[in-house]
């Protein structure tokens, strides 16, 4: 199979796998925290050259569970308040705590947030969204961001 086809095969795979490609949720990483490639990978505890082997479809999949929790949790830590503010303290605060982090990844266990904090960021919206509105911004971010509108939807679910 020629390059091509395997790259696009592989993204296919990510879309399935991840729910979009691996190379768009790094690249939003890498802005939200204002950080390089490389210092990323560092964070998630993953070689920069397999990282980015995985952003541009060359590898499928990120084979270490940990590596996978620990993105997930930097994705959850840009849902804080001071981090989406781009507070240079807690952007680095954010991205210390999860370079430390030594998740326990097994099969029914993939410790990506702490309920305390989806708590605080559903209270949060709340605060400042109607139910319907909450509603209205995940249907259109669906498609590209299906994580946030996720996030968007159970704050708007107040049941």
């Known amino acids: 199979m020629e390059d091509h086809k395997i790259v696009q095969r592989n993204i296919s795979l990510q879309r399935e796998w991840y729910g979009e490609p691996l190379g768009d949720r790094v690249r939003r990483l890498v802005v939200a925290f204002d950080v390089s490639q490389a210092y990323l990978a560092e964070v998630l505890g993953i070689s920069a050259p397999m990282l980015s082997q995985v952003m541009s479809g060359r590898r499928a999949k990120i084979g270490n569970p940990v590596v996978l929790a620990r993105m997930i949790m930097l994705e959850r830590k840009c849902l804080i308040p001071e981090v989406a503010a781009g507070r240079k303290e807690a952007m680095l605060a954010a991205l210390e705590d999860v370079k430390d ?17 989806d708590r605080h960021v559903l209270a949060t919206l709340r605060d400042i969204a109607e139910e319907e509105d909450l509603g209205e911004a995940a249907k259109r971010l669906d498609d590209d961001f299906p994580a946030l509108a996720d996030l968007l939807r159970r704050a708007g679910n107040r049941s």
């Open 101 to 117: 982090a030594r998740p326990t990844v097994g099969r029914d266990n993939i410790p990506v947030a702490a309920v305390a904090d």
